[in-house]
C-alpha cells in the first residue's frame, strides 16, 4: 500500500516554496501567460462559431467544451484546451463529475501526433501530460499530446502487474514519481485529476503541487490500458512538478 504519509510530507513541504517560487521562475514568467486563452476565446472559438472554421486551432468541439492546436514545440505536439476559462490543474472545477473529462478527449485525439510524423504510433508511444502550478507557463489548462520518451515504455513494462486503480511508488532517475495501472475502460469512467485528488485527504486541497502524465500500456495478459503517473512537487529534491520530462517533442520513438 503506498505510503500515504511520504505523499503528504512531499505535497506540504513543497506547496507553499513551490507556489511563491512561481515569481521567480522563469519557465513561470512567459511574455504573456495568457496567450493560450487569448487564442482560444479570441481566435478558435469566434472562429468555429462564425465561419465553422477553428483557425488557428485545429478542431473546436463545442459540444464538450475543448480545442486541439498544434503546439509550435515539437514535431507532433498538439494541446488540448478547454474553451472554458480555467487556471490549470488546481481549478477546483475539475474535481466536478460534470465537468468534461479532457483527458478522454485528449487521448480521443492522440491519433494527431502521428498523422504530423507521418506514421501510427503504439498506444504506449503516447502520453497526454499537465505540469503543476509551480512549472507550467501559462494560466490556462493544457493538456500536452505528446511522444513519449523512447526508453519509457520499456521500464514501465515493470509495473504490468501492479493492482489496478492503486498509487505505487515509482523512482525513476533519482526522482519520486507515483504510478497508478488502469484498465482499458478507466478514462469512461474516471478521471486522473480525481484519482490525484484522492491520493490523501489533503491532496485535493494542493492539486497545485502535482504534475500528471497518462500513457497508453499493454499488460502481461494481453489486456490493454493505462498508466497513470503522478511527479509531486519537491523543491529539496529539485522536482518542480513537470512530467513533461517524460514526454519527448522531437519524437524520436517514432524513428
Known amino acids: 500500500m503506498l505510503n500515504h504519509n511520504r505523499i503528504l510530507i512531499l505535497l506540504l513541504s513543497c506547496c507553499v516554496i513551490g507556489l511563491a517560487g512561481r515569481s521567480t521562475s522563469a519557465v513561470a514568467k512567459p511574455a504573456n501567460p495568457d496567450k493560450l486563452w487569448e487564442i482560444i476565446s479570441q481566435e478558435c472559438l469566434p472562429n468555429s462559431i462564425a465561419h465553422n472554421h477553428p483557425a488557428p486551432c ?5 459540444e464538450h467544451g ?10 507532433g505536439q498538439f494541446l488540448l484546451i478547454p474553451t472554458q476559462r480555467l487556471s490549470g490543474i488546481e481549478s477546483p472545477q475539475l474535481q466536478s463529475e460534470t465537468i468534461p473529462n479532457y483527458w478522454r478527449h485528449a487521448w480521443e485525439q492522440r491519433a494527431r501526433v502521428g498523422a504530423a510524423l507521418g506514421r501510427s504510433l503504439a498506444r504506449e508511444q503516447i ?19 505528446d511522444c513519449m520518451r523512447p526508453d519509457l515504455p520499456g521500464q514501465l513494462r515493470a509495473h504490468a502487474a501492479d493492482p489496478l486503480e492503486r498509487w ?88
Open 127 to 145: 502520453g497526454l501530460e499537465i505540469n503543476s502550478a509551480a512549472a507550467r507557463s501559462q494560466l490556462q489548462l493544457h493538456i500536452h499530446i
Open 66 to 75: 475543448f480545442a486541439i492546436l498544434k503546439d509550435i514545440v515539437g514535431r
Open 58 to 62: 485545429s478542431m473546436v468541439d463545442r
Open 168 to 255: 505505487m511508488p515509482f523512482m525513476l532517475e533519482g526522482h519520486q514519481y507515483f504510478i497508478m495501472r488502469l484498465p482499458a475502460d478507466a478514462l469512461e469512467r474516471l478521471s486522473p485529476f480525481r484519482l490525484a485528488a484522492a491520493t490523501t485527504p489533503q491532496a485535493a486541497r494542493m492539486m497545485g503541487a502535482q504534475s500528471l502524465l497518462l500513457t497508453g500500456a499493454y499488460f502481461e495478459d494481453g489486456s490493454e490500458g493505462f498508466y497513470l503517473i503522478n511527479m509531486p512537487v519537491n523543491f529539496e529534491r529539485g522536482e518542480r512538478g513537470s512530467a513533461e520530462v517524460l514526454l519527448d517533442h522531437d519524437c524520436a520513438i517514432a524513428d
